[in-house]
């Protein structure tokens, strides 16, 4: 049973999330303040933090990175009610996996927290454990990669997204099916998540949507994930 840590500082919307969370299986603890979400999350170590930004002992973008060094490998959806893309960079740039927008229906979150909690399937993972494509190497069992044989700090969700393309060498994937198979979330064009992913999976590949060496857009289709020189 996924056990999620709410860190919200508004008792009602708090106790609601809490609630649909248990009517869905998960086991569930939950703190109103940001010093308090962190000991909860130290001492529980749950399977995913749900972050609400505006808490009232600390803003939750500096409650984030505080996170990420205590549970590196834990992922973190904020919640935020602020949609503005500035914000929504901002937000996983500090190391978000993913973000919701207040007012918020319960079935979206309960599809979000599915979506991150979801790792593959691990029997075709077992099968190909290991993607090389130049010089980039993609451990899919320690969830691990490394580029030019240095490791690659990624987030669960970049990882995610990585293996996903990789494992789809040479052909052009729309974001409509990343969306679907990374994410488990409906499409929408007003969903920003892909398009920032993307560009920060892009920095840490050394690359830029002008310059790519890995991942080329393909205007109107999708993205295709090649080994430079491919």
């Known amino acids: 049973m996924p056990h999620v840590l709410v860190i919200e500082d508004d008792v009602n919307t708090r106790l609601g999330m809490v609630h649909a969370l248990n009517a869905a299986d ?5 703190a109103g303040t940001a010093m308090a979400g962190l000991r909860a999350a130290i001492e529980r170590r749950p399977d995913l933090i ?16 505080m996170l990420r060094a205590a549970l590196v490998d834990i992922p973190v959806i904020v919640v935020t009610a ?14 978000a996996d993913d973000y919701l927008v207040k ?22 993972v077992r099968h190909r454990p290991n993607l090389v494509l130049g010089g980039l190497s993609i451990d899919l069992l320690a969830r691990t990669a490394e ?19 990789a494992s789809r060498a040479g052909q052009v994937v729309s974001k409509r099916e990343l969306l679907a198979e990374v994410w488990r979330s409906p499409y929408s064009q007003a969903d920003k998540t892909v398009d920032v992913h993307v560009s920060w999976l892009r920095r840490k590949l050394r690359e830029s949507g002008k310059s790519p060496r890995y991942l080329h857009t393909i205007r109107g289709v999708g993205l295709r994930l090649d080994a430079p020189g491919a």
């Open 82 to 95: 602020d949609d503005a893309e500035s914000k929504v960079i901002k937000v996983l740039d500090a190391g």
């Open 50 to 65: 749900l972050l609400d930004l505006s808490l009232p002992d600390l803003d939750g973008l500096e409650l984030l990175p």
């Open 26 to 30: 998960h086991a569930t603890s939950s």
């Open 147 to 165: 580029l030019d044989g240095r490791s690659l700090p990624l987030s669960p969700k970049e990882f995610d997204l990585l293996a996903y393309m």
């Open 103 to 124: 007012p918020f229906g319960f079935g979206t979150l309960l599809a979000r927290v599915r979506a991150v909690l979801r790792r593959g399937d691990r029997a075709q």
